[in-house]
């Protein structure tokens, strides 16, 4: 069975980051159609199901390969700012991040060391709070 779909698939363009997005927010439409009782919203999470499945089993790759890309372009800056909140929500146990009053430097202090005194690296500016 597996090696029928790897031939089915062969000369696909598969899955990308564009149609994960569309899945996902055609799962998020379904519970809005559920919870609202919306045949709009139904309409719209099916119609995003079979867009992404088009996708999925085009055999015009370099198009999908263009859609994507333009996806990922027009969506960095929003990619870029969770993935920075992720990494700071994931660093919140064992650092604290503060801000240099010289030049707003983010300077990152690992935790429990009492109450200390911090160099910028960035402007030589030196303050001193709790870690």
């Known amino acids: 069975m597996k090696e029928k779909f790897m031939r089915f698939m ?3 363009y ?3 980051t564009l149609g994960k997005y569309m899945i996902g927010a055609a ?10 009782d919306s045949s709009v919203f139904a309409m ?3 119609g995003l199901i079979i867009l992404a499945y088009f996708r999925m089993f085009s055999r015009d790759i370099y198009k999908r390969s263009g859609e994507n890309q333009t996806f990922l372009n027009k969506t960095f800056k929003m990619r ?11 660093q919140r146990k064992t650092h604290h991040i503060y801000h240099c009053p010289g030049c707003r430097q983010k300077i ?4 429990g060391k009492g ?4 160099r ?6 030196t303050f001193i709070k709790n870690s």
């Open 115 to 118: 109450r200390i005194e911090i």
């Open 14 to 16: 598969g899955i990308d």
């Open 10 to 12: 062969y000369g696909r």
């Open 120 to 125: 910028c690296p960035k402007c030589n500016t």
């Open 80 to 90: 870029r700012w969770l993935a920075v909140q992720k990494n700071m929500f994931s």
């Open 44 to 46: 719209l999470s099916w």
């Open 27 to 36: 799962l998020v439409t379904i519970v809005f159609s559920n919870i609202f």
């Open 108 to 111: 990152r202090v690992p935790k």
